[in-house]
């Protein structure tokens, strides 16, 4: 069962980072990390993503060969911009109202659930919500 939210038609969602997918991971860090001399704050070689401070929201590079389930299986897809939302049903179920594509297995990644969306142009978004931890 769906939770209701009081005010969830005025829910506002947050930039919380920007992706993007690269091919050349050690050419990548050495960019960002070296030739923009962006602080590193988060480094996940087994997953292969950097996170890097920018004085804003967070900038992240991910390792991707090639763009999961793309048409252009050569193209990474480009950047990813990733709003925080504190539910994720309501919000899909508000892009879908307006004819918009969303991607329904929302995915887990340790305390984040994720929506993979699209806006009417098919740029690719995602969205994210913080879980809450089970009571100990």
């Known amino acids: 069962m769906r939770r209701e939210r009081e005010h969830s038609q005025h829910q506002v969602v947050r930039v919380t980072a920007i992706w993007f997918p690269v091919t050349e991971w050690e050419a990548a860090k050495e960019f960002y990390g070296g030739v923009l001399r962006l602080p590193l704050t988060k480094l996940n070689e087994a997953d292969g993503w950097a996170a890097y401070a920018t004085g804003g929201v967070p ?31 309501e919000l899909r179920d508000r892009i879908e109202a307006a004819g918009g594509r969303v991607e329904h297995a929302l995915e887990r990644s340790g305390d984040l659930l994720i929506m993979t969306f699209y806006d009417p142009d098919g740029h690719r978004l995602e969205a994210s919500q913080i879980l809450e931890k089970p009571a100990e």
């Open 59 to 89: 900038l992240f590079i991910v390792r991707r060969p090639r763009r999961a389930g793309g048409d252009d299986t050569s193209s990474l897809g480009g950047a990813i911009v990733t709003l925080a939302s504190d539910d994720l049903e």
